[in-house]
């Protein structure tokens, strides 16, 4: 059909713009998966890979399995996901982008993973010595396998990071066919892959890495400090999601898996009674805490009229739209590294709040920390599946959705339009 798109019979020229739309969605999916890396949250896997190219050398047989191997971890778990989102949704669970942080129990689990890889890389112990010689060997005996393994790990702790590429894209997959919706979320992976691949396949990008030496040694012990950073930002995340008393909790218990950890590498009977005891204080520690783990938070009420934001409902927003109140709604949530961003920078800006002021705009925060089925489906009204969004209501007008990477000036001129 090479007819206008208004022309009868309209169906194949609906057909064209719906296939233009999926191929932009899988192009941007490309795209935002290379722009993933840049971000924080990859850069600790960022390191263990690198140390994995060095380890190789010359080797370029190896290098080309590896990453192979690392890219097949990649796109098979963001294919994962995006099949247990599809899945879940078609059952009719409100879910989006981002669901699996939004557990407690998967952000304790990844800051136990993050914490023992930091104590490994800083030399606290050998998997060797801690563990049964056919366990701690398979690192050795299944190096594809421990390559693979690295790519799941990426995507467990970097998928939330791709909403600011993917917001618009992702939430137009989520209303396709399976097939199609599975094909953007595997662009995604592919494009996050992209790079170690070509540098594993291309020798001539591997000439900036010195050879292997005394120096690896020295980099792998600075590499456990971005893992423990990340064990940081896990924490506070479980802080955001279930108080104080979860916070302390999961300190305590990744104390105790260090404490066991360091056991393990004693010799002769001090290591089976002090690793008992810790097995023991960790046990006790499990009863009497763990719910501290499971509980949400208390949620955040106004403490007074002259509070900047307030926490945000359907009801609250339809309240004050219907009061003649302009509305701005901040959909975050704390694993988000980006929300926290904006936060910090635009949305906390003296000049953007006057603005906000000045044209009496109400100010709500949607926090998506932990699951809420009732922002799950205010965002897949405005066509998105995961945070940040932002978006400006007004009454009689249409939503404004602002764009993830959130600046002052976009702001000001979203404001200038009411």
């Not at 993933?36 to 370029?60: E, Q, S, W, Y």
């Not at 940081?232 to 979860?246: E, K």
């Not at 898996?257 to 690793?275: I, N």
């Not at 009497?288 to 208390?298: D, M, Q, Y």
Request: hydrophobic share 55%; with cysteine.
């Amino acid at each position: 059909c090479t007819a206008p798109c208004w022309c009868m019979p309209a169906w194949p020229c609906w057909r064209r713009r719906s296939a233009a739309t999926w191929l932009l969605a899988v192009l941007g999916g490309l795209v935002g998966g290379l722009l993933l890396n840049l971000m924080p949250c990859v850069f600790p896997v960022l390191a263990i890979k690198v140390m994995g190219f060095a380890r190789h050398g010359a080797d370029t047989a190896a290098q080309r399995r590896h990453g192979l191997a690392y890219a097949a971890g990649v796109v098979l778990s963001f294919l994962a996901l995006g099949g247990v989102l599809l899945g879940l949704r078609a059952a009719g669970e409100q879910l989006g982008w981002g669901f699996q942080l939004q557990s407690p129990a998967v952000v304790a689990a990844l800051a136990a993973l993050f914490t023992l890889i930091g104590l490994n890389l800083a030399g606290v112990f050998e998997f060797g010595h801690v563990l049964p010689s056919r366990v701690a060997n398979l690192h050795a005996r299944h190096p594809l396998g421990d390559a693979f393994l690295s790519g799941v790990v990426a995507v467990a702790i970097a998928s939330p990071c791709t909403a600011p590429f993917m917001g618009a894209s992702l939430g137009f997959a989520v209303g396709l066919p399976a097939v199609q919706a599975l094909s953007v979320f595997a662009a995604l992976g592919v494009g996050m892959a992209l790079p170690y691949v070509l540098v594993s396949w291309v020798p001539a990008l591997l000439r900036w890495l010195p050879r292997p030496g005394a120096w690896m040694d020295t980099f792998r012990r600075a590499m456990a400090f971005p893992m423990f950073a990340t064990v940081i930002w896990l924490v506070w995340v479980i802080g955001q999601q279930t108080g104080i008393d979860g916070a302390a909790t999961l300190l305590a218990l990744l104390l105790c898996l260090a404490a066991l950890a360091w056991t393990l590498t004693l010799r002769g009977r001090t290591r089976a009674v002090l690793a008992l005891l810790v097995l023991a204080l960790a046990g006790w520690l499990a009863h009497s805490l763990g719910r501290n783990l499971l509980e949400p938070a208390p949620v955040a009420t106004a403490t007074s009229a002259r509070d900047t934001w307030q926490p945000w409902s359907p009801d609250a927003q339809a309240a004050l739209l219907a009061a003649g109140r302009p509305v701005f709604v901040d959909y975050t949530a704390a694993w988000c590294v980006t929300c926290q961003v904006n936060k910090r920078t635009t949305l906390a800006d003296a000049e953007v709040l006057a603005d906000f002021a000045r044209r009496n705009v109400a100010l709500l925060r949607a926090d998506w920390t932990r699951r809420d089925p009732a922002i799950t489906q205010a965002l897949a009204a405005l066509g998105r599946n995961g945070v940040p969004v932002y978006v400006l209501l007004a009454p009689g007008q249409p939503p404004v959705v602002l764009t993830e990477l959130l600046s002052r000036q976009e702001v000001h001129a979203a404001l200038a339009q009411l």
